[in-house]
């Protein structure tokens, strides 16, 4: 599940822009003067910082944190609800949900990836315009591949050093469960080839955007469930190998309407909260699709891999929750200097403990397999989950040295005003020149 750009991987290039600030409607999705309702929405908004390392007045803080707390939901997640079982080719990864009565509900709060790339789509093109606007990228296709660059290299690293780690130790020690062991650690790096996929098609996806607005949503909407409809009414299963790539893009592109639905209000906001609260209930209860939003071990598959529909509900439920959410989050971001603290902290960290978290884990286990002779666990019981804390805290307390000797270069430095300070430039020269200065996205179309 998923991280990382803007104030995790690049502090100072302005994703997260404050939504509507200076840039016109282009989507077509709205009619003429909701980018001044956007505007003004903004304007509102609370700005001011409770300390000098707090965001700044250009930055929407909301999207800084949503992103961040993602990750770190991701990997609580992992952490406290991972059963491992071990076997003979080694260990293997359970959940509670399976055996608890009522649980998958929480994967509907918990299964934060729609929301993450949602959330990140708004984050990259604000990041290329507000680039582009600095003369720091050329086109869409500089700026996919700057960004991907930056999210790749800690992710092959890591790939790369547990590959030959594990190939050392089957080839001269011939260890048992290696191979088990290493397909554990690696698997939550799936998010990050998805995301990486939809970075490159950054420049597709914009121009996209650019051309034919909502359409494209309607369009992502349409497609995932013809996917659906062959893979499950007409038994093609690799059509639902389609949807990795039209269901996360889908996510992904409805965040490039976030201005818009921020001007929209509270009302539209209600209105995709229940619209995907209510899908998501009756696909579920149709017996069509598994309740839970991850995989569980026994279902007869997953609405992950590959995603169904379920997800595209699911992004509507928690995309009208955090528009709701978001005036009070802003609020308590400039009024509470520990909010401000909290949210600067997270987003340093955030890249670095994702890419780490399941080797933190998959230490902890070891430990208590091998070395505390811990009795394995098959299903949840009450004192299971009485140790849900030391199950956060013992991987953590195993994670953070790991970050400190082999992760510090990708923990961000603290931020400071002068970092996210725009250039400077007048407001009457900005405003005449804002069509001027609109990052050319029809030159980077596909061919």
């Known amino acids: 599940m998923g991280?990382?750009?803007?104030?995790?991987?690049?502090?100072?290039?302005?994703?997260?822009?404050?939504?509507?600030?200076?840039?016109?409607?282009?989507?077509?999705?709205?009619?003429?003067?909701?980018?001044?309702?956007?505007?003004?929405?903004?304007?509102?908004?609370?700005?001011?910082?409770?300390?000098?390392?707090?965001?700044?007045?250009?930055?929407d803080a909301f999207i800084d944190l949503v992103r961040a707390f993602s990750l770190l939901v991701v990997i609580a997640w992992h952490w406290v609800f991972t059963i491992i079982l071990w076997h003979k080719?080694?260990?293997?990864?359970?959940?509670?949900?399976?055996?608890?009565?009522?649980?998958?509900?929480?994967?509907?709060?918990?299964?934060?990836?729609?929301?993450?790339?949602?959330?990140?789509?708004?984050?990259?093109t604000e990041a290329y315009e507000a680039g582009y606007a600095?003369?720091?990228f050329r086109?869409?296709?500089g700026f996919a591949w700057k960004r991907a660059g930056s999210l790749a290299r800690p992710a092959l690293i890591l790939a790369f050093f547990w590959w030959g780690l594990g190939s050392v130790a089957v080839t001269l020690y011939n260890v048992h469960g290696v191979p088990r062991a290493v397909k554990l650690i690696?698997?939550?790096?799936?998010?990050?080839?998805?995301?990486?996929?939809?970075?490159?098609?950054?420049?597709?996806?914009?121009w996209l955007h650019e051309k034919f607005g909502g359409l494209v949503l309607v369009w992502g909407v349409g497609i995932g469930v013809l996917a659906d409809v062959a893979r499950f009414s007409h038994h093609v299963?690799?059509?639902?190998?389609?949807?990795?790539?039209?269901?996360?893009?889908?996510?992904?592109?409805?965040?490039?309407?976030?201005?818009?639905?921020?001007?929209?209000?509270?009302?539209?906001?209600?209105?995709?909260?229940?619209?995907?609260l209510f899908a998501l209930a009756g696909l579920v209860s149709s017996g069509v699709y598994p309740g839970s939003m991850v995989g569980v071990p026994g279902e007869k598959f997953s609405n992950m891999a590959p995603p169904t529909i379920c997800i595209l509900a699911l992004l509507l439920f928690q995309a009208g929750v955090a528009l709701l959410l978001r005036p009070w989050v802003l609020e308590r971001l400039a009024t509470s200097r520990r909010w401000a603290s909290t949210n600067e902290v997270i987003n340093r960290f955030s890249l670095p403990l994702f890419l780490f978290h399941s080797t933190g884990l998959a230490l902890w286990a070891a430990f208590g397999h091998f070395v505390l002779h811990n009795r394995t666990v098959t299903h949840p019981t009450g004192w299971w989950w009485l140790g849900r804390?030391?199950?956060?805290?013992?991987?953590?307390?195993?994670?953070?040295p790991i970050i400190l000797?082999?992760?510090?270069?990708?923990?961000?430095?603290?931020?400071?005003?002068?970092?996210?300070?725009?250039?400077?430039?007048?407001?009457?020269?900005?405003?005449?020149?804002?069509?001027?200065?609109?990052?050319?996205?029809?030159?980077t179309a596909p061919a």
């Open 3 to 59: 991280p990382v750009d803007g104030p995790v991987d690049d502090p100072g290039d302005g994703s997260g822009a404050g939504a509507g600030a200076g840039h016109e409607d282009r989507s077509g999705l709205l009619t003429t003067g909701s980018a001044t309702t956007a505007t003004t929405a903004t304007a509102a908004a609370p700005s001011a910082s409770p300390g000098p390392s707090g965001p700044s007045a250009d930055r």
């Open 389 to 400: 804390p030391f199950a956060f805290l013992g991987p953590l307390a195993l994670t953070m």
């Open 89 to 124: 080719d080694g260990p293997h990864a359970s959940n509670p949900i399976g055996f608890t009565r009522g649980l998958f509900i929480a994967t509907w709060l918990f299964q934060v990836m729609p929301l993450f790339f949602f959330v990140g789509g708004y984050a990259h």
């Open 237 to 276: 299963e690799w059509a639902g190998w389609i949807n990795m790539v039209v269901i996360w893009g889908t996510c992904h592109q409805l965040g490039y309407f976030w201005e818009e639905l921020v001007a929209l209000g509270r009302r539209v906001a209600w209105g995709l909260a229940w619209t995907g």
């Open 405 to 443: 000797v082999l992760g510090r270069g990708y923990v961000k430095k603290p931020r400071t005003p002068s970092s996210d300070a725009p250039p400077p430039s007048s407001s009457s020269s900005s405003s005449s020149s804002s069509s001027s200065s609109s990052p050319p996205s029809t030159a």
């Open 134 to 136: 600095r003369g720091k």
């Open 139 to 141: 086109s869409t296709l």
């Open 186 to 206: 690696l698997s939550p790096l799936w998010f990050i080839a998805v995301y990486l996929l939809l970075i490159l098609l950054f420049p597709i996806t914009h």
